[in-house]
């Protein structure tokens, strides 16, 4: 049986941590997105399908590319991170089934009528797990819903030569060190008895 991380782990991943809006201007090396990426990928998916994909944009190509696909609001979080990471889901992801699932290759038909829906899902709560993991390693994370799904769909992925033609773009996460000065006082939560209920 597991032991419980301590209040440190629970306070930099959950209590503490928050939704930057601006980034320290301070480097973050690809050591350091890769072993959030390695942390991230062992967060359990059906049938271990794992079927988020990642582009991490940290040029100045690579942001120019991105900047007017953000909202006016977000172009500036945008500028000022490390790295921008454009969190899609595969939709071709029943490939890699028999690899990642090798007990049972058959489960890649599993999912031939949800498709879609199994991508999506489940490269969510892999998204869900990349936040936790940039945030345990030290990072400082920047969730953005605000942008042009299918200008970033048009401008990363399709008509690709690679599997990135499959991928399809869920949010965007910024990656950094954040200024402690841009974040808002935290909101309220629900309480348990108005989210939840036991039966």
Known sequence: MAHPVNDHALDVIFRDGRS????QDKDVPEVLVRAVYDLAKMGPTSANCSPARFIFVSSTEGKERLLPLVSQGNQQKVKEAKWSVIIAYDMEFQEKIPKLFPHNPSAKTWFDNNREETAFRNGSLQSAYFLMAA????????????FD?????KEFFEGQDGEEKNWRANWICNLGYGDKSTIFARSPRLHFDEACRIV
Do not use: A, I
Not at 20 to 23: A, E, I, L, M, T
């Open 20 to 23: 930057y809006n601006g980034f």
């Open 149 to 153: 799904m299918d200008g970033v769909n």
């Open 135 to 146: 945030r345990s390693l030290g990072l400082d994370t920047g969730p953005m819903s605000g």
